[in-house]
């Protein structure tokens, strides 16, 4: 079983801010992915990272995933309270079942 | 780009009944389907993974007699909870993903039903 461990599990900050979320795990991903989810919605995809090392930037946002494809993290940069919410991520198996394995979550609350 | 519609989005059923979740590839033809469970403040855990004509494939943990899936086309597969019990009460989500179509490991998610037994 491929377990994906999120730190913190709660993070409240203030406005401005940075922060960083880490998803480790003893397992290798084809994949890796982040998402934010909102109370009673669905997770929403942010970024996929697919290549160890592999730095992606979505704005403030910026994501890495390690050189051995086992670990990832979210960087946030002067954090609004519109980035508060659960973030997610979810790392797709080797093998053919295409199963998205999901991290215990961080939830993020940013303070006006 | 891709959407999945899940319905209903929310649904109130008595103990001892069965409730039937539809998710649905709105404009891709989704090989695999996944079901998740979402305990309040908590993330979502993976129940089964579906396959066009196939039977489902549970998680450890995962009653496949209580939780029927089926997945009878490449747009639509169900979730029926059978013999609905309070403690059956979550947030359940299904996601799609086509492995020819939809590459660069592309999952769309529903928007997720809200399920209530009382």
């Known amino acids: 079983t491929q377990l994906l461990e999120q730190s913190p599990q709660f993070l409240s900050i203030q406005e401005g801010e940075n922060l960083t979320v880490y998803c480790n795990s003893s397992s290798v991903f084809s994949s890796l992915q982040w998402y934010r989810q909102e109370p009673g919605e669905g997770p929403v995809l942010l970024v996929t990272?697919?290549?160890?090392?592999e730095v992606k930037k979505l704005k403030r946002l910026t994501f890495q995933f390690g050189d051995a494809r086992k670990d990832s993290s979210l960087h946030i940069t002067a954090a609004q309270p519109g980035d508060t919410g659960l973030y997610l991520c979810a790392g797709a198996g080797r093998d053919s079942s295409y199963k998205l394995i999901f991290g215990s979550g961080t939830r993020l609350l940013v303070r006006p | 780009g891709a959407v999945v519609s899940q319905h209903p989005s929310r649904v109130i059923c008595k103990s001892g009944t069965s409730v039937k979740i539809e998710c649905r590839s709105l404009?891709?033809?989704?090989?695999?389907m996944f079901w998740y469970r979402q305990f309040p403040k908590q993330s979502l855990m993976l129940m089964a993974t579906s396959n066009e004509g196939s039977k489902a494939t549970y998680e450890q943990g995962v009653e496949k007699d209580k939780f029927l899936i089926n997945h009878a086309s490449l747009t639509l597969s169900t979730l029926t909870v059978t013999s609905a019990h309070p403690e059956d009460s979550s947030f359940y989500i299904c996601?799609?993903?086509?492995?020819?179509?939809?590459?660069?490991?592309?999952?769309?998610f529903g928007s997720g039903t809200r399920l209530t037994v009382v």
């Open positions: 996601s799609a993903t086509s492995q020819g179509v939809l590459n660069n490991y592309g999952y769309t």
């Open positions: 404009d891709f033809q989704a090989t695999t």
């Open positions: 990272v697919v290549t160890g090392g």
